[in-house]
């Protein structure tokens, strides 16, 4: 086929996902769905487009979760994630594996599935997905601690899951020893973490001091350190996701030239990166194949979102504090997405028996699944009353010099019932680097002077110095839960 038309068939593709995105966000549901209808249309039962190659679809996947981790990183905010990483961490393993344990068991009881299946069905079902979490999550308004658990999560667990599917794929259970598995796992885990803190921490010091000839050389750089840590951490042998997520998690975070636009530049990437995964995932799956697992989606996957997620978030959130309405929207909120059916083409690439019907089930339980969790997150999260309004956010201004002035821009939304209402200005005593800056009211906006009355449904854009924005955060906080005698009643806004 020519090149020319090659061209015109790949933008118009993309321009349709484009398209999916913005009904797929009306609706509350992740991209994915729409990225993998497109592919399933595009396939042989649809246009015709016959793609049956599962090693290449492997290998594609691994590069797209790749790229999908480090935007990630690139895009979590440290400061919100901070709290919430020994509960992610606990979610990413010892959840991992009550998850593995639970679906494993109801394959083989339920399903007749021999043990290694039913141990492969188990663990590429056991990650939540990053891009399927964050296409969520980022428009809820929970605590800043709830997202970040979730954040963390899914950034946490492919790495752990990744080793144990393709050990259960290459081995046929004989010839590797148990007792081995969790020292490679450890080891896998602590060296990829090694290989991304280190590449991260060089990269820091080298782009803060190097004075690259052009800004969008910035983002290039980010991202291939990034995408680098992977290469390098897989060399010996280690987590390659570990270092990848860990090293952008780094370089997020730190005051690096250009910080906005390198977040443009990742999430562009992402997008692009999801859409091809998708679509390619769609391609892959048969058409003829998926109802027959309509029934057996629907029994394994009602294990796993109503018993397995349930169960490794109540164990492995004990002792850290977290309430049970909280343990109840953590259980809904683990999305599946690509993440599972990427792992299921390894099986497919190493000739597992069963493995074609594992993809089958696996993607058709992807999909049924998610449409049930995404929609209903928002009013299940403002049901069991864990949602916070008026919390402030970053905003990201290209073309500013945010990064060399060390400050940063925040807007904040004031809920009608919000204690802030009433509230002067002066009357926040907010820090001296810290300043409401402008205020949108009624479609309109003005500078506001020290006695401006705040009102329910103001927007504010605070500009604070980097090293006050906490504080600010927090006074903000304080006033919205208690008004402006906050401290009197000992509220700090923590």
């Keep these: 086929m020519r090149l020319d038309l090659w061209l015109l068939i790949g933008a118009a593709l ?63 905010s440290w400061r919100n994630v ?70 963390a999560e899914s950034g946490f667990n492919d790495a752990p899951v990744v080793i144990i599917v393709v050990l259960l794929s290459a081995t046929d259970g004989h010839d590797t020893e148990p007792w081995l598995l969790v020292p490679l796992v450890v080891y896998e885990l602590a060296a990829g973490a090694a290989v991304g803190l280190l590449l991260a921490w060089l990269g820091v010091f080298a782009l803060r001091r190097a004075a690259l000839p052009a800004s969008g050389l910035y983002p290039i750089a980010v991202l291939s350190l990034a995408v680098g840590s992977y290469g390098a951490a897989t060399l010996i042998h280690s987590s390659g996701f570990m270092a990848c ?32 995964l998708f679509v390619m995932l769609g391609l892959l799956a048969s058409p003829s194949e998926l109802p027959a697992q309509i029934v057996p989606a629907l029994v394994v996957g009602s294990v796993l979102v109503l018993v397995a997620r349930p169960l490794s978030v ?122 409401i800056t402008l205020i949108v009211r009624d479609e309109g906006s003005f500078v506001p002077g020290p006695t401006t009355e705040l009102r329910g449904g103001d927007r504010l854009l605070v500009v604070t110095a980097a090293e006050v924005r906490e504080i600010t955060e927090r006074r903000l906080r304080a006033v919205s839960r208690r008004g402006k005698l906050a401290g009197w009643f000992g509220e700090t806004g923590d």
């Design 314 to 435: 109540w164990i492995s959130t004990l002792g850290f504090g977290i309430g049970r309405a909280e343990k109840v929207f953590l259980s809904w909120a683990g999305l599946r997405g690509a993440v599972p059916v990427v792992f299921a083409t390894v099986p497919m690439s190493e000739q597992v028996p069963g493995s074609d019907r594992l993809f089958a089930l696996v993607f058709v339980i992807v999909v049924v699944f998610t449409l049930l969790q995404g929609p209903t997150l928002p009013g299940l999260a403002r049901g069991l009353g864990v949602t916070v309004e008026g919390e402030a956010k970053e905003l990201d201004v290209e073309a500013a010099p945010l990064e060399e002035l060390q400050a940063d821009l925040l807007e904040i939304r004031i809920p009608e019932d919000s204690a802030l209402s009433g509230v002067e200005i002066f009357e926040l005593r907010l820090p001296a680097k810290a300043s």
């Design 82 to 151: 901070k709290p919430a990483v020994p509960v992610s961490l606990a979610l990413a393993t010892v959840g991992i594996v009550i998850s593995i344990v639970v679906v494993a068991a109801a394959g083989h009881w339920l399903l007749s599935l021999d043990w290694r299946l039913a141990l492969l069905l188990g663990a590429v079902l056991a990650p939540t997905d990053a891009a399927a979490v964050f296409s969520v999550l980022r428009r809820l308004p929970i605590p800043h601690r709830l997202a970040g658990i979730l954040e």
């Design 14 to 76: 993309v321009l349709s996902a484009i398209l999916a995105v913005r009904l797929s966000h009306r609706l509350g549901l992740p991209s994915l769905l729409a990225y993998l209808g497109l592919g399933l249309l595009i396939g042989e039962s649809g246009f015709g487009i016959n793609f049956d190659n599962a090693e290449l679809a492997q290998t594609l996947g691994w590069a797209a979760l790749v790229i999908i981790l480090v935007e990630g990183g690139l895009t979590t």
């Design 245 to 276: 997520y860990l090293c952008a998690l780094v370089l997020g975070n730190a005051r690096l030239p250009h910080r906005p636009a390198t977040r443009g530049f990742a999430e562009g990437i992402a997008w692009l990166a999801q859409i091809g």
